[in-house]
């Protein structure tokens, strides 16, 4: 037809009609419904739509509107919208058939019109060539409670349809800011939307983000997606790959690669709501190789957010000029991230300086966060700053909760010389404020660092801080260059240590490889006022020498795993042995 095939305006009665549309006229509609407002009909297509080299199908301002298109659905409209819902009304999609594919237009544009309960069900959405074009690919904005967008795939790569190549303004996304228009530049824009579900689709090359979801809640599903390329071009304004902005409800990300984002690979921002959890299973993240690159994965939580992760099922993280992996709390904030089974390897050509590794913090000024952490079973290699920073409080903060393991890991590769971090610490606890951090490092083995295998830092210009640390069952060897201490703790601030280092048979550790000058396997500095609290010291507490020998012939008894370490105790801070454990 020369015209729309379709066309309802203004009507007021329903309509049910279950044979074909066909409309194959370009810059022709196959459906096209507008202001159909009157005595909110509702309106259903049982039978196939197609457009193929038309125009699509238009469904605008159709307050109290509501449209089934249950007979399945075929778009492929060149330089047109697919199909386009926006200004009001109802609208869903069912059927395991349905594609959209379009070359420089949006394959699916949904706004303030909300999707229906029987949501919005596509095989696959194809948008964007191997040229750049002005827009989005795919854009859902205010789409209600209802409903939600469901991509299937057939279970192949790629089967759920390809996003590529689209350019423009950069919006107001500088740490999650309020947007006021959509940006474009994005493969898929969400906001406002409940429970996306998008499997086996391939985004790539964005001048902004291949994803970015603002306020998006319900259970949010990515399954088999390969995000690559280059995504983003502006690191003030958080370029990147993926990027959330208020993600709460649940959400899972399985078999999947993101990759390629010009500041972070994948980043998760809340300042408020609950997201009980995020799980990543057998996904890859990296950034792209370039100098303002940062973070592969980004999970903060502020204010009164809770945010709670778990990555596991042989994760990898590959490339980061700044951390493969941070996770950060503060305010009130109340987190907890489980890691087991998973690969951190940095290959970075510019990593900046004491990057590289895993970070995980809790605090800030005026700060309560609540911390929870797990990590097992996993591997890291190959930063320059430390392997792994348990970094929490800040100085002058309020009391927070800290409580976390470390266990059954490797760091460093054995021979390879800095694999475990060329120029900082194995694992490194630094503590500071007023709160204690409790956590239990054993059954690990680390390699290949420049400063400490372990250490255990008190920090800060104020209040007193406490770490609580159970550590036992480590293999602390081959350090790189010149190093500080294989086991060393440290005070910079007037706290507690208790430290809980080794004991008898298997908890032992084996740190006699420690320091490669052989003189402080295992060390402790201390301040006036300080204190080390080793359960089942008995000896002397006189800021002499013949206390800090004791201390030395306590600690060699219950670390020479693999014969007796050599071991410092400084004179300066008071040594106590209350307590069986620092649980």
Not at 298 to 322: C, H
Not at 534 to 547: C, I, K, M, Q
Request: charged share 10%.
């Amino acid at each position: 037809a020369s015209s729309d095939a379709v066309e309802i305006f203004t009507g007021g009665p329903s309509l049910t009609y279950n044979g074909s549309v066909t409309q194959n006229n370009s810059g022709r509609r196959a459906i096209h419904i507008l202001a159909a407002t009157s005595g909110s009909p509702t309106i259903s297509f049982g039978g196939q739509v197609t457009s193929n080299g038309g125009a699509g199908i238009n469904f605008q301002n159709n307050t109290g509107a509501t449209v089934h298109f249950t007979g399945g659905i075929t778009a492929s409209t060149g330089t047109a919208n697919a199909f386009t819902a926006t200004g009001g009304g109802t609208v869903d999609v069912t059927g395991n058939t349905n594609t959209l594919t379009t070359t420089t237009g949006t394959a699916l544009n949904v706004q303030n019109t909300n999707i229906g309960s029987a949501d919005l069900n596509f095989q696959s959405i194809t948008a964007g060539t191997g040229a750049n074009a002005n827009g989005n690919g795919i854009i859902l904005d205010n789409t209600g409670n209802a409903g939600n967008l469901i991509v299937t795939g057939t279970g192949a790569n790629g089967t759920g349809g390809t996003i590529q190549h689209f350019t423009g303004a950069d919006g107001a996304t500088n740490s999650c800011a309020a947007l006021g228009s959509i940006p474009q530049g994005v493969g898929i824009f969400l906001r406002n939307t409940v429970s996306p579900s998008l499997d086996s689709m391939n985004l790539h090359d964005f001048s902004n983000f291949a994803l970015l979801g603002y306020t998006v809640s319900g259970t949010t599903t990515l399954d088999q997606m390969v995000i690559n390329g280059t995504n983003g071009d502006n690191a003030s304004q958080d370029d990147g790959s993926v990027m959330f902005c208020g993600l709460t409800g649940s959400a899972s990300l399985s078999s999947s690669t993101v990759t390629g984002g010009f500041e972070n690979g994948f980043r998760v921002y809340n300042t408020s709501g609950t997201l009980n959890r995020l799980s990543v299973s057998g996904t890859t993240f990296a950034t792209g190789t370039g100098a303002l690159s940062d973070d592969a994965f980004l999970a903060r939580a502020e204010n009164s957010a809770i945010l709670n992760v778990t990555i596991n099922q042989d994760s990898t993280f590959t490339t980061a000029s700044g951390d493969l992996l941070n996770f950060v709390l503060s305010n009130t904030a109340a987190g907890d991230l489980v890691v087991d089974d998973s690969h951190f390897s940095n290959n970075h050509p510019s990593i900046t300086s004491g990057g590289g590794g895993v970070t995980i913090g809790a605090g800030g000024a005026g700060s309560n966060p609540t911390l929870t952490y797990s990590i097992t079973n996993s591997d890291f290699k190959n930063a320059l700053g430390n392997a792994v920073t348990l970094s929490t409080g800040i100085d002058g903060a309020a009391a927070g909760t800290y409580t976390g393991s470390f266990t059954n890991n490797t760091i460093g590769v054995s021979g390879q010389a800095g694999s475990g971090s060329a120029q900082g610490n194995g694992i490194a606890v630094n503590h500071a404020g007023s709160g204690t951090h409790k956590t239990n490092i054993s059954n690990n083995t680390i390699r290949q660092y420049r400063n400490s295998g372990i250490k255990l830092l008190l920090t800060g210009l104020s209040n007193t801080p406490i770490i609580r640390a159970t550590v036992k069952s480590n293999t602390v060897n081959q350090p790189f260059s010149t190093v500080i201490a294989g086991i060393f703790g440290d005070m910079g601030r007037a706290g507690t240590i208790c430290l809980d280092l080794g004991g008898a048979g298997g908890e032992q550790n084996s740190v006699s490889g420690g320091d490669d000058n052989n003189l402080n396997d295992i060390a402790f500095l201390g301040i006036a006022g300080g204190t080390y609290n080793l359960p089942g010291y008995v000896g002397p507490n006189s800021h002499d020498v013949a206390t800090s020998t004791a201390v030395q012939t306590f600690e060699i008894a219950r670390n020479s795993g693999d014969g007796p370490p050599t071991a410092f105790a400084d004179t300066v801070p008071n040594y106590t042995g209350a307590g069986s454990n620092c649980l």
